[in-house]
């Protein structure tokens, strides 16, 4: 087998984090778990998982055809979450996010060698690639809402949607933010001035900080969810989907008594 077929191979670890991706979807579905909370758990998390391996492979896909062919040999092209170069940035700490606060925490990132890439719209489009497939993620997560397609779908799976529809969102927006060290500032970089870029390189490890920071004020933090509801409502999905869906997502709260009792109404009902 060549090094080029080896190096564009799907990993194994991918195609076994699918399986359990959609071996949990079915259990949502049918019910077949006794535990709703644990398969949901499984289920979205491993989407997630999966949604952040294409965010990655999209940026690197993007430079291949733009000019970088080294993306190939790093492995980038593999799927494979412990080939990015930040894999405690791109997989650990957004999973974790989602667990703790049921946010979608912008990834780390493949490196790219800019400087095999010519052109400013090629530049921009390869940092929009990874959020564009966020994009698309909350599109197809949110399809049966949109679509008026909600007849038969499971109450726990529609939850474990609109819960996995709202990371997606959140993660896309956040990319977007034309901040240092996010995807958006990569969108907007190479259009400004080099003295401009000069200045504000030093700040880019510190971006993804500051925007966690901020989202602690709550005036920002109202403003920011705000804007996240207005996207979702605009695909069909309402309130009670993502707060159902973080409820029963969290299975160990029921431990403690935690979860939320009308939520598990719903489900009982």
């Not at 650990?92 to 990132?109: D, E, Q, R, S, T």
């Not at 698309?136 to 909600?150: I, N």
Request: charged share 15%; glycine share 12%; aromatic share 14%.
């Amino acid at each position: 087998m060549s090094v080029t077929r080896r190096n564009n191979r799907i990993s194994p670890l991918f195609l076994g984090i699918a399986a359990v991706t959609a071996v949990a979807g079915w259990a949502v579905w049918t019910g077949f778990a006794e535990q709703t909370g644990f398969a949901v758990f499984l289920f979205v998390t491993g989407a997630w998982v999966v949604s952040l391996c294409l965010h990655e492979y999209a940026h690197a896909r993007t430079a291949l055809h733009s000019g970088d062919l080294s993306v190939e040999a790093k492995g980038y092209l593999t799927l494979d979450p412990l080939k990015y170069t930040h894999a405690l940035l791109s997989i650990v700490l957004p999973v974790l996010f989602v667990i703790m606060g049921g946010i979608g925490l912008p990834g780390g990132a493949v490196y790219i060698e800019r400087g095999r890439i010519s052109g400013r719209w090629k530049h921009s489009l390869i940092s929009a690639a990874g959020p564009l497939t966020n994009v698309l993620f909350a599109v197809v997560c949110t399809a049966p809402f949109w679509l008026g397609g909600l007849d038969g779908v499971p109450l726990a799976f529609r939850f474990a949607l609109g819960f996995l529809a709202l990371l997606q969102v959140t993660a896309a927006i956040l990319n977007f933010l034309p901040v240092p060290g996010l995807d958006g500032y990569g969108v907007v970089e190479p259009w400004l001035p080099y003295r401009i870029r000069r200045q504000v390189e030093p700040f880019a490890p510190f971006g993804l900080l500051a925007v966690f920071g901020l989202l602690w004020v709550p005036e920002v933090n109202a403003v920011f969810f705000d804007a996240v509801d207005a996207v979702l409502r605009g695909l069909g999905v309402g309130e009670v989907e993502t707060y159902c869906g973080l409820d029963v997502y969290r299975f160990w709260q029921e431990w403690f008594g935690d979860q939320d009792p009308g939520c598990a109404a719903l489900l009982d009902g």
